[in-house]
């Protein structure tokens, strides 16, 4: 007598085989669909940033790549420059270290801000009041803030008038030298300057005035860990 487990062994183990088989195809049409979905946003992306930078008096240099809506916010003309070769990473599948938003390019009053050839970030918010500058080779991790004002006057009773809060608002420069890292959350805020080759950890909140070159900082408040 012939048993049936064993006569439906085979029967099972084709099904299997064409499930698994069926799931690698859906998988590889995903894939192939992320993929090219990612190009189109990159395409369009990068189109869209160099018409808003042209139509704001704004340079920026070659092989410029966006992934994602880029926020520039600027009343003046030429207010920002982007050397060669910058991505700016701009949507949560971007960059899947955990961004939070786009990325924003802010300046207002005479606040100017530059990145130099092959830099890049990711969801990083730059707000220029008056100068941010930041280097070649420069890596901006996900969520990295770098402010050189304060937004607000520190006096309670400035504050308390828009005219009076504007007015005493502080500001002064951000410098960031080549080949700096500054790592994921980590907040810059102003007057600091930053030596080339420099790593800044993840969430360090810095308001050191004068980092020297190949310096590790670390925490909140910043510190200078050790000297690469």
Same mark, same amino acid.
């Given at each position: 007598?012939?048993?049936?487990?064993?006569?439906?062994?085979?029967?099972?183990?084709?099904?299997?085989?064409?499930?698994?088989?069926?799931?690698?195809?859906?998988?590889?049409?995903?894939?192939?669909?992320?993929?090219?979905?990612?190009?189109?946003?990159?395409?369009?992306?990068?189109?869209?940033?160099?018409?808003?930078?042209?139509?704001?008096?704004?340079?920026?240099?070659?092989?410029?790549?966006?992934?994602?809506?880029?926020?520039?916010?600027?009343?003046?003309?030429?207010?920002?420059?982007?050397?060669?070769?910058?991505?700016?990473?701009?949507?949560?599948?971007?960059?899947?270290?955990?961004?939070?938003?786009?990325?924003?390019?802010?300046?207002?009053?005479?606040?100017?801000?530059?990145?130099?050839?092959?830099?890049?970030?990711?969801?990083?918010?730059?707000?220029?009041?008056?100068?941010?500058?930041?280097?070649?080779?420069?890596?901006?991790?996900?969520?990295?803030?770098?402010?050189?004002?304060?937004?607000?006057?520190?006096?309670?009773?400035?504050?308390?008038?828009?005219?009076?809060?504007?007015?005493?608002?502080?500001? =002064?420069?951000? !410098? @960031? +030298?080549?080949?700096?890292? /500054?790592?994921?959350?980590? &907040?810059? %805020?102003?007057? *600091?300057?930053? #030596? =080339?080759?420099? !790593? @800044? +950890?993840?969430?360090?909140? /810095?308001?050191?005035?004068? &980092?020297? %070159?190949?310096? *590790?900082?670390? #925490?909140?408040?910043?510190? @200078?860990?050790?000297?690469?």
């Amino acid at each position: 007598m012939n048993n049936p487990v064993q006569n439906d062994s085979p029967r099972r183990s084709q099904s299997v085989g064409d499930a698994m088989k069926t799931c690698s195809v859906f998988a590889l049409v995903v894939f192939a669909w992320d993929a090219l979905a990612s190009k189109v946003c990159v395409m369009f992306s990068s189109w869209r940033a160099k018409v808003v930078l042209s139509l704001l008096g704004c340079q920026y240099g070659k092989n410029l790549q966006v992934d994602g809506k880029l926020i520039i916010r600027s009343p003046r003309k030429g207010a920002i420059t982007l050397g060669d070769n910058v991505k700016i990473n701009s949507r949560f599948r971007a960059n899947l270290v955990g961004v939070t938003n786009p990325t924003v390019l802010h300046c207002t009053r005479q606040g100017r801000i530059v990145i130099g050839n092959n830099s890049g970030c990711s969801a990083a918010i730059l707000s220029s009041r008056t100068s941010i500058q930041i280097g070649d080779n420069v890596k901006l991790g996900g969520n990295v803030r770098i402010y050189d004002h304060d937004y607000h006057a520190i006096d309670y009773l400035a504050r308390r008038q828009p005219d009076t809060d504007d007015a005493n608002c502080k500001t =002064a420069p951000v !410098v @960031i +030298g080549d080949d700096v890292f /500054v790592g994921v959350n980590a &907040i810059i %805020l102003k007057g *600091v300057t930053i #030596g =080339a080759r420099s !790593v @800044i +950890g993840a969430g360090a909140v /810095v308001s050191l005035k004068d &980092i020297p %070159l190949d310096s *590790v900082v670390v #925490g909140n408040p910043a510190k @200078i860990l050790t000297h690469l």
